[in-house]
């Protein structure tokens, strides 16, 4: 009888918590894909049967028309706005009630995610997104161009060293390695050269750190989605932590020797220094958003490579 009864509950939980999600959108009348169970529409991610920004192109054109339309992240409905009008009025007009981001980790379980400016809500998202714009004006760029030139040097330097007439390369993981060090340069202050060093601390840490090709990473970041409470509970974060003390402790040697022997760099760490005016302490958000820079490299290495395939 117990199992019974234990079994019942077990079916309504799953209704309830899975699946009557699933039809959100049809209940308001707003058209929608056919979600998987529990997986929602993430099962074309999670199974590698599209890219993440494949699958974001895929939703958007399926109801070709519509100013807008639903998918599911897991149990979660998700709105995709196609109308130009109406994408002004939630960013602009009604920004008030669309301010914040919805956040799955929690800050004391994963700084390093956490504390970034796409992870951050309410008044501290503010103020990280007004200390950030400071330090990206035209000025202030400007005198990180020649970190980002002796990287780019490096860079061709390396092949015109082969001396050979055809050389084959990996684009992806040649622009992957680029970029990771004008990251390190321009944000930790910290100049190498992966290409030549293949095998430096701080590429192979940022590799690690967006590798999602493991079943145990992806299921990780799944529970995360799904339980957040569990997952919480249990301290599990999306970065390992290993991952998230290598990049604290180098921008905390950093700041240590730069304060020691009074070193001024114009780079990102320096003008986030400067902007919080003494007050960026070793656990703040400013330096959580400086050591999450390393871990965006997959974006701008993978626009340089479909930007060189294109030309």
């Not at 998918?71 to 409905?77: D, S």
Request: charge should be positive; proline fraction near 3%.
């Amino acid at each position: 009888m117990l199992r019974i009864i234990l079994s019942i509950a077990l079916a309504v939980l799953i209704w309830f918590r899975f699946l009557k999600p699933m039809n959100h959108f049809t209940k308001m009348g707003v058209k929608q894909t056919k979600p998987w169970p529990i997986l929602g529409d993430i099962w074309r991610n999670l199974f590698q049967q599209m890219h993440s920004l494949e699958s974001v192109e895929f939703y958007y054109k399926m109801f070709p028309g519509a100013r807008y339309s639903g998918f599911y992240q897991f149990n979660i409905p998700a709105l995709i706005i196609k109308d130009s009008e109406l994408l002004k009025q939630i960013t602009v007009r009604d920004f008030d009630h669309f301010t914040d981001h919805r956040t799955f980790v929690d800050a004391d379980v994963d700084p390093l995610w956490a504390g970034n400016l796409f992870a951050l809500t309410g008044q501290t998202w503010k103020e990280m997104r007004a200390t950030l714009s400071g330090s990206f004006t035209s000025s202030k760029m400007k005198n990180m161009v020649h970190y980002m030139n002796g990287a780019a040097e490096n860079f061709v330097q390396f092949f015109l060293n082969k001396n050979e007439k055809l050389i084959e390369i990996d684009m992806k993981d040649a622009f992957t390695r680029f970029t990771n060090d004008v990251i390190s340069t321009t944000t930790f202050g910290i100049e190498v050269d992966s290409l030549k060093s293949p095998n430096n601390a701080i590429y192979l840490m940022a590799k690690r750190s967006t590798d999602y090709s493991s079943l145990y990473r992806r299921l990780r970041f799944f529970a995360m989605l799904m339980m957040p409470k569990l997952t919480r509970l249990l301290n599990v974060g999306l970065f390992e932590k290993d991952l998230s003390s290598f990049f604290f402790k180098t921008i905390k040697d950093t700041i240590h020797v730069r304060e020691e022997k009074g070193i001024v760099r114009q780079d990102m760490l320096n003008l986030l220094l400067e902007a919080r005016k003494g007050i960026l302490y070793e656990n703040s958000d400013a330096l959580m958003e400086t050591g999450f820079a390393t871990v965006k490299e997959y974006t701008q290495s993978g626009c340089c490579s479909y930007g060189y395939q294109e030309y």
